[in-house]
C-alpha cells in the first residue's frame, strides 16, 4: 500500500519474517491536499482508540501534507479514511501519536489526540503566517473524529522567549490522579534538557512545568565502560502508574532505560529509580554471530544523523571527555 521504508540502509537489519499473523484488512489513504501524490513511506507511527486508527504522516520531498489521518476500523476487514489532521506545511509528525481521555479538566471524559512536530523546511513553515509555525505538540479534540477541531498547534519548549516551541520526536500524556492534573512528556530535539514535561490539563493552555531534566547530569546514565556507547539522549517514554506513584521509562538509546517517578513532576522533585547499563559483552549478538549486525553507534548514527550536529564546546573538555560527549539535538 505505501511501500517498504527502514532507516539506513538495506544492511545490518533482521530479515524480515511473518509467523502467527494474517492481514484481514488494508485501507488506500488519499494523498494529503497539495502534494506530489507520492505516498511510499508516508506513515510513521500509529495509535488507536476505540473504532479508530490515527496515523501520522511522516516527511515527504517536497515538505507539504504532514499531519495525520483517522482511519475508521470498526469493520477491521473493511477500513476506512474520514479524516485528515494537518500540521502547519514545513513540519512532519513521526512517532509518539497517542489518544488520551483526560480524567481533569474542561476537555474531561473527552478523546484528545497528540503528535509531535518535526522540521524539514524552517521556510516554507514560515510563509504559512502563523504566529507559531514549527516544531512542539499539535493536540486536537477527536471526540468526534469525523469532525475533529485543533485545540492548539506548536506548543512547546520556548524558554519563555522562543517564537516557536523546540522540534519534539516524542510525546506521551498521561493523567495524573495525585494532584488532578494531566500531563506530556516531550523529546526535546535541540537541548541537553532533553525531557519536557508540560501541563495539559487545560489543553488549549498547555503550560510548561519542568524543562531542567538532562538525565546525563542529574542521574549520571551515560555508559562508563563503553567507548562506543556515545549517543545519550532521549528517545522515547512512557509513564505508568503504579499504586501511587507515577514511573517514567525514558528510553536513553546508548544510555540504557532509566525509571523515574514522577508523581511530582515539578523542577527538583523527580528522582531516580533505576537504569540500566549494556554489557561489555553482549553475548546475543555473539550467539547470533552469522547474522551481520551493526553496532549500537552504527545505529544510532545511522536513525539519528540528522539530529547530531558538532557537539558543543563546553561538552569536550578533555580527551576522556570527548568519549563520553552525547550528541545535542536538532531538527531533523
Known amino acids: 500500500m505505501l511501500g517498504d521504508k527502514q532507516h539506513g540502509l538495506n544492511t545490518g537489519h533482521f530479515p524480515a519474517k511473518q509467523e502467527d499473523v494474517a492481514v484481514i484488512g488494508t485501507v488506500e489513504l488519499s494523498a494529503p491536499e497539495g502534494t506530489d501524490g507520492d505516498m511510499t513511506g508516508r506513515v510513521a507511527d500509529v495509535s488507536a482508540h476505540g473504532d479508530y486508527a490515527y496515523l501520522t504522516s511522516f516527511r515527504s520531498n517536497d515538505c507539504l501534507g504532514g499531519g495525520a489521518w483517522v482511519v475508521d476500523i470498526s469493520d477491521p476487514t473493511a477500513p476506512a479514511e474520514v479524516n485528515f489532521l494537518p500540521t502547519t506545511d514545513g513540519n512532519y509528525a513521526a512517532e509518539g501519536s497517542q489518544v488520551i481521555t483526560p480524567a481533569y479538566g474542561p476537555y474531561a471524559g473527552k478523546q484528545l489526540f497528540l503528535h509531535q512536530n518535526e522540521t524539514c523546511n524552517a521556510a516554507l513553515a514560515q510563509a504559512a503566517g502563523k504566529p507559531r509555525f514549527l516544531g512542539g505538540i499539535n493536540i486536537w479534540d477527536v471526540t468526534d473524529p469525523s469532525n475533529a477541531t485543533m485545540l492548539v498547534e506548536h506548543a512547546g519548549d520556548t524558554d519563555g522567549v522562543r517564537q516557536n516551541p523546540r522540534t519534539v520526536h516524542s510525546a506521551f500524556a498521561w493523567n495524573s490522579h495525585g494532584d488532578g492534573k494531566v500531563y506530556v512528556v516531550l523529546v526535546d530535539n535541540e537541548e541537553f534538557t532533553d525531557v519536557d514535561i508540560m501541563d495539559i490539563t487545560d489543553p488549549a493552555n498547555p ?18 565502560q ?19 506513584r507515577y514511573i517514567m521509562n525514558v528510553n536513553y538509546w546508548d544510555g540504557g532505560y532509566v525509571l523515574l517517578d514522577v508523581t511530582d513532576p515539578t523542577p527538583g522533585n523527580i528522582t531516580l529509580i533505576a537504569e540500566s547499563d549494556y554489557a561489555d559483552l553482549d553475548e546475543e549478538r555473539l550467539a547470533r554471530s552469522r547474522v551481520h549486525r551493526s553496532s549500537p ?15 558543543p564546546a563546553r561538552r569536550l573538555t578533555s580527551a576522556s571527555a570527548a568519549t563520553r560527549c552525547r550528541p545535542a539535538r536538532v531538527s531533523r
Open 207 to 224: 503550560v510548561m512545568v519542568n524543562d531542567t531534566l538532562d538525565l546525563w547530569d542529574l542521574f549520571g546514565v551515560q555508559q562508563e
Open 226 to 244: 563503553r567507548s562506543n556507547l556515545t549517543s545519550v539522549f532521549n528517545h522515547d517514554m512512557m509513564v505508568y502508574r503504579k499504586g501511587e
Open 297 to 311: 553507534r552504527a545505529r544510532a548514527t545511522r536513525h539519528r544523523s540528522r539530529r547530531t550536529p558538532r557537539l
